[in-house]
């Protein structure tokens, strides 16, 4: 909290960012280990992640 984040830094949190499509639980992850199936929801145990970064639309 009220740390300044470099903006690279930034982008590649929101790069590891994922989102479960069933209850909207953030986690981060590797993006190779999502499309290959290997994390899960450690909420509700779905492996359908989407991508955080594919939220940030119209939040310029
Ligand atoms: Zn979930």
Request: with cysteine.
């Amino acid at each position: 909290m009220g740390k300044k984040i470099a903006e690279p830094t930034a982008k590649r949190l929101f790069e590891n960012m994922f989102i479960c499509v069933k209850c909207n639980a953030k986690m981060r992850a590797q993006p190779d280990k999502v499309k290959k199936g290997k994390v899960k929801c450690r909420h509700c145990g779905s492996k359908k992640l989407r991508l955080k970064a594919k939220e940030r639309r119209g939040m310029k």
